[in-house]
């Protein structure tokens, strides 16, 4: 691991003003914050990642959850997961974000690791995370090996000629489909960003995951107010039954009315290059009767567009399959 500076900023604004010293703050940034330190640390030991200064956020005031006025939920920025997916109000009125966290990682990990951490987790991509291969995330020109390689875990939606990586994120997930906001603090002033607009599709430059610019302090997340009668389910398969990344994942939140689905909000994990909101399967849905043969149709939907490589092929269907069992499950809760 590079000598690097470990620094404990009095405050945010300090933070903001020494981070805003870097060129970029995607990957390669010579400033990085450090939160949990599960991400960070391990690619700073892998030379992944090789910051000269790291600011330490941990003493700063942003591990508080509290209510919004609106009635939603103001989740802060260093708020463990474990922490997140435990609150009262998040397993009353947002089960799938509870589901989601409870579902990553290991209760370890899930102690270490905080909100806007998680939001910034990178690829488990193997050639990303070795500095002796190609990678064009990693050292942008350079190829992308999974291409013609290990490919099983990669994604088959948003990806390009350029990088097949997978965003890892179980909580994101359903961060997507509860529609959260996250607020960004920048020597410019502050910011909101929609969910869907924060991670960017890997196109032509995959080494650029986000929005985000040098400078900016994710403060918290906004969860809107909670959807009265919601029926929400996460559903993550995966190798083994715990302490495994997904192999495909949904995230279910809908309404039913009647007979009929009344609203939906659709997210799929591990197989987007971002977590993937699905607008057509929601369109599927809305409007029609809850069964069997809609939640085929709405799972064929949202993978219409997928585009298989050498290994994962099979994730297209188990798919389709995880998001029909989500939404079964739902309309039976
Ligand atoms: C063995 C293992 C298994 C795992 N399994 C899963 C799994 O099954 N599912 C899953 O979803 N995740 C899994 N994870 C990933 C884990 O959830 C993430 O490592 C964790 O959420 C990152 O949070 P952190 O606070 O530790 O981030 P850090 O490592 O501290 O930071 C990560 C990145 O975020 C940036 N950052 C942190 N805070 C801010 C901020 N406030 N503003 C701007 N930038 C910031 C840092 O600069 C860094 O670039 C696993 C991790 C490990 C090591
Ligand atoms: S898929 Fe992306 S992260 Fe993996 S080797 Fe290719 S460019 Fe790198």
New binding site residues.
């Given amino acids: 691991m590079k000598i690097f500076e470990f620094i404990r900023p009095a405050n945010s604004a300090a933070a903001i003003t020494t981070a805003a010293q870097a060129k970029t703050a995607q990957q390669g940034?010579e400033v990085?914050?450090?939160?949990?330190?599960?991400?960070?640390?391990?690619l700073m030991k892998l030379n992944v990642?090789t910051p000269s200064r790291v600011l330490d956020?941990n003493r700063l005031p942003?591990d508080q959850i509290e209510v919004t006025p609106e009635g939603g939920l103001k989740i802060g920025?260093?708020v463990r997961?474990s922490t997140l997916a435990n609150h009262p109000a998040v397993r009353r009125d947002y089960a799938v974000l509870s589901q989601a966290i409870l579902?990553?990682?290991?209760a370890q990990?899930?102690n270490?690791?905080?909100t806007?951490?998680?939001?910034?987790?990178r690829t488990r991509c193997m050639y990303f995370r070795d500095p002796a291969m190609p990678c064009n995330k990693r050292a942008p020109g350079t190829g992308c090996p999974a291409l013609a390689g290990s490919n099983r875990m990669l994604a088959v939606l948003g990806t390009s000629e350029n990088c097949i990586a997978t965003n890892?994120?179980?909580?994101?997930v359903a961060m997507a489909a509860l529609e959260a906001t996250i607020h960004v603090q920048s020597q410019k002033g502050a910011r909101a960003i929609a969910f869907k607009d924060f991670h960017l599709l890997p196109g032509n430059t995959p080494q650029r995951e986000t929005v985000?610019e040098p400078g900016?302090?994710?403060?918290h997340v906004v969860l809107p107010p909670p959807i009265p009668g919601s029926k929400q389910v996460y559903l993550k398969l995966r190798d083994r039954a715990s302490?495994?990344?997904?192999l495909s994942s949904a995230a279910v939140v809908i309404n039913v009315t009647g007979q009929n689905i009344s609203r939906a909000r659709i997210a799929l994990g591990g197989v987007g290059t971002k977590p993937w909101r699905s607008p057509e399967a929601e369109a599927a849905l809305v409007g029609q009767p809850a069964d069997k043969a809609l939640f085929r149709k709405a799972a064929e939907a949202a993978m219409r567009d997928a585009k298989p490589q050498s290994e994962n092929g099979f994730k297209i269907e188990l798919t389709k399959r995880c998001l029909a069992h989500a939404l079964q499950t739902a309309v039976a809760t």
């Fill in positions: 940034a990085r914050f450090i939160a949990g330190g599960t991400t960070l640390v391990d990642e956020l942003l920025a260093t997961n579902n990553g990682a290991s990990l899930r270490m690791a905080t806007a951490g998680n939001l910034l987790q890892p994120s179980d909580m994101c985000l900016d302090l994710i403060t302490y495994e990344f997904a």
